[in-house]
């Protein structure tokens, strides 16, 4: 029988958090305090409906972080829970030293929404992270090669692999991360070092491989909108042209698309896809299974078959009921035409945001794509001074206000809206008129 969710009255709610952040202290890693967003003020939420989540209290909040983008159709979906059940009531686990149908009839429906030509194959793991370590084997497997380009403020992940390739300090070790990663600049169109323009950031990358590499590579991974780094889309043309010189110097090309993939930009499915330019590997997770831990690392047969040389095993890859529940994501999206509601809610949002740009010179740059977008606080908008202290309490005030929004950023100072994909317009104006509120009282 399940547990029935105990509410802490709201005047007992600070003795409740404390006593929870007590236990949690004594029996867990205090590794875990270095990302929490409230630090001071610990958020405990006991549960999830729709684009909702609920306190110890019963206070509801609008989700804007979709749980780190790992909540797409949102919390509680009446067909995820029924086909992660089923299977579950089935068998909870097979192991990939045996068949099971689930993970087999997830890959076919996922490659079936792969741009044509390629011939695509399926290989799941558990975590975003976990894939890029394998999509980065895979690379050096393939071509032979061993250094890897990625981008200044890439986020990749935090395992010892994924960390070489992720590029800001305060995700980095002072020990030595995995070696073989060069990071190009990124070409940042908002306070890039080279301005609103593409073909420098195109020289950089080519200097880059000529100097700090033999030449060589194995590939160039690249995200379609850095999530982490601060929500900063890839300009036009520029992922194109990376990945044509990724491949002359004899390279795979690598869409790491953990955040931007599922059609949470809206316009096109995968985010690569709005550029112009096929990968030779993509990366999944998150969103990919509502919540459930899965991902997967999609390439070119000849890539897989390479990598197949050597012996790759995981002991959760492909449990039957992440994959029931990451083929309800797909089901979802198409039966209820999610993508295309991105792309609306998306579009409201950021006109929105624009117009609140207007009336408040905090708000120094809106950017991204459908429920993709992020909000670049600065102190003066000539100079760009990251306004670090003013977003702090412009987030508090939205806590207050009903609203969890988290600032992800190298100087972290750029609210990430990521919201469930089943938000709705009525919640994207109060979102907005909340915002508002809470600017004007700086």
Not at 110 to 126: E, F, H, I, S, Y
Not at 132 to 153: C, K, P, Q, W
Not at 281 to 295: E, H, Q, S, W, Y
Request: glycine share 10%; net charge neutral; proline share 5%.
């Amino acid at each position: 029988m399940q547990k029935a969710v105990t509410l802490a009255p709201a005047n007992d709610a600070t003795a409740f958090i404390s006593n929870l952040a007590q236990r949690r202290a004594r029996c867990m890693s205090a590794s875990l305090g270095t990302t929490m967003i409230y630090p001071h003020q610990p958020l405990t939420l006991v549960r999830g409906q729709g684009q909702y989540v609920f306190d110890e209290t019963g206070k509801r909040y609008l989700d804007c972080t979709a749980q780190n983008l790992c909540i797409s159709l949102g919390f509680a979906h009446p067909v995820t829970v029924a086909m992660a059940g089923e299977q579950m009531q089935l068998m909870q686990h097979c192991t990939s030293l045996f068949f099971n149908e689930q993970p087999i009839l997830y890959a076919e429906e996922l490659l079936a929404r792969m741009p044509k030509g390629p011939d695509w194959v399926v290989q799941l793991v558990n975590s975003g992270s976990e894939a890029i370590d394998l999509a980065y084997m895979m690379a050096r497997a393939h071509t032979g090669y061993f250094e890897l380009v990625s981008l200044r403020n890439a986020y990749h992940g935090l395992q010892f692999g994924a960390s070489g390739s992720t590029a800001f300090s305060y995700n980095r070790w002072s020990s030595a991360a995995m070696q073989g990663f060069v990071h190009a600049m990124h070409p940042d169109q908002y306070k890039g070092a080279f301005g609103a323009v593409l073909e420098p950031y195109l020289s950089e990358l080519r200097r880059s491989i000529f100097s700090s590499t033999c030449g060589r590579i194995a590939g160039m991974i690249i995200e379609p909108i850095q999530g982490s780094g601060g929500v900063v889309p890839m300009p036009p043309g520029y992922m194109r042209e990376a990945f044509k010189i990724t491949r002359e110097a004899g390279g795979l090309c690598i869409s790491d698309e953990v955040q931007t993939g599922f059609g949470r930009l809206g316009s096109h499915y995968w985010g690569f896809e709005a550029h112009d330019a096929i990968p030779d590997i993509v990366v999944l997770g998150k969103g990919m299974g509502n919540g459930f831990p899965i991902a997967a690392v999609v390439c070119r047969r000849d890539i897989a078959e390479s990598f197949a040389k050597v012996r790759f095993f995981n002991t959760y890859a492909g449990n039957p009921v992440a994959s029931a529940a990451a083929r309800s994501v797909l089901k979802v999206i198409d039966d209820e035409g999610l993508q295309a509601h991105a792309l609306s809610c998306g579009e409201r949002l950021l006109t929105g945001l624009r117009k609140l740009q207007g009336r408040h010179a905090l708000i120094g740059d809106v950017r991204g794509a459908g429920l993709m977008l992020g909000i670049e606080m600065v102190r003066d908008r000539s100079t760009r001074e990251p306004a670090v202290d003013e977003g702090e309490r412009v987030m508090a005030r939205m806590r207050d206000a009903g609203f969890i929004m988290v600032k992800g950023s190298p100087t972290r100072n750029t609210f990430r809206l990521n919201p469930p994909m089943c938000i709705t317009l009525d919640d994207i104006d109060a979102l907005l008129d909340a915002f508002d509120r809470a600017l004007a009282a700086e």
